[in-house]
């Protein structure tokens, strides 16, 4: 019988000329770029005690891995953390290949919303914030900046969109637990759309999240370019993919590192994040993504080459050098 407890466990790279295409086309060529996974499964009693003595797997209650979401709304998040790197690696893939491309920058989504925020009643996971105060920015840290811009007790009305109808939200800025800022009390990510001559589209099931965004940027530059940058390997790797180019932290590495391992990759590419001293404060003993990375492939017997990445120009700049 399930019990409300779930375990991760290292999930199967997966190989991006799968789910990728191109202009019509399916990449072909030898080698191969894979993103990399945590497979979640809902626990019986017996598999809750079997994973405590599992390498890498971690039993999480349903409050510790849906928060203060439903199963539903988790996924659904999953499913805009998703889009939204999708819609990243596009952006960043064209930039790269010098390809012409138009870009809308629509809001941002919401992911979560603080009990404690004075718009917990009025606004719900999965609106699209458009305006703050009548102001219309062209990036999530504009967004971010107006409103931090702000005093905590401020009061500022928010333009948003619900089930496709705009409306509108008054209430004060409460103070973040996480920087003492003045915040709405959401947790965020960007609503964009791009459009080009260029044919992309993503044949994505049953996988979510953010953490594909680089792998998903190499796919598509590779097949932009014609450039063959993996000559015949089989490289995978993790990180979000923001619209500047850097690579963002991700969790659950040290199973995406074992399944590759596991799978025989070659090279892994893990995000280089920076550590900030606030951080720090907040969580003694915190490592970069690379950091944590380098610890667990010490513990497995394997050649897999671990290459710390602070952009996906890093990435492109290493297997261009390392051929």
Do not use: C, W
Not at 121 to 146: A, C, L, N, R
Not at 176 to 194: E, R, S, V
Not at 261 to 290: H, R
């Amino acid at each position: 019988m399930p019990i409300p407890y779930y375990i991760e466990r290292p999930g199967v790279p997966t190989h991006l000329n799968e789910l990728v295409t191109v202009n019509g086309e399916q990449d072909e060529a030898e080698g191969s770029y894979s993103l990399t996974s945590v497979a979640i499964y809902q626990a019986t009693v017996f598999q809750a005690l079997k994973s405590k003595f599992e390498p890498f797997a971690d039993l999480l209650s349903e409050k510790e891995l849906f928060g203060d979401a439903t199963g539903e709304e988790y996924n659904q998040m999953q499913q805009y953390y998703m889009e939204s790197s999708q819609n990243s690696a596009i952006e960043q893939a064209l930039t790269l290949a010098n390809k012409p491309f138009e870009f809308e920058f629509k809001g941002v989504y919401v992911m979560n919303v603080d009990p404690n925020s004075n718009f917990y009643h009025q606004i719900s996971i999965g609106d699209t914030v458009t305006k703050v105060d009548g102001k219309q920015f062209e990036s999530s840290p504009e967004f971010m900046e107006y409103v931090q811009s702000q005093k905590v007790g401020d009061t500022v009305t928010i333009t948003f969109l619900h089930d496709g109808a705009e409306k509108e939200a008054t209430g004060e800025l409460m103070e973040l637990p996480t920087n003492k800022k003045a915040g709405i009390g959401i947790t965020l990510i960007d609503h964009t759309a791009i459009s080009s001559d260029e044919s992309i589209e993503f044949h994505v099931e049953n996988i979510g999240g953010p953490s594909a965004g680089m792998m998903f940027t190499l796919q598509i530059y590779d097949q932009l370019t014609g450039n063959d940058l993996r000559q015949g390997r089989d490289i995978a790797g993790t990180g979000t993919m923001n619209l500047d180019g850097t690579i963002g932290r991700i969790g659950g590495i040290d199973k995406k590192i074992a399944g590759a391992v596991a799978a025989g990759i070659d090279i892994f590419f893990a995000p280089d994040d920076e550590i900030t001293a606030e951080m720090k404060e907040e969580y003694p003993g915190i490592l970069s993504n690379y950091e944590e990375a380098k610890q667990v492939l010490e513990e497995l017997d394997t050649e897999m080459v671990l290459v710390p990445v602070k952009t996906v120009k890093d990435a492109i700049d290493y297997l261009e050098n390392n051929e």
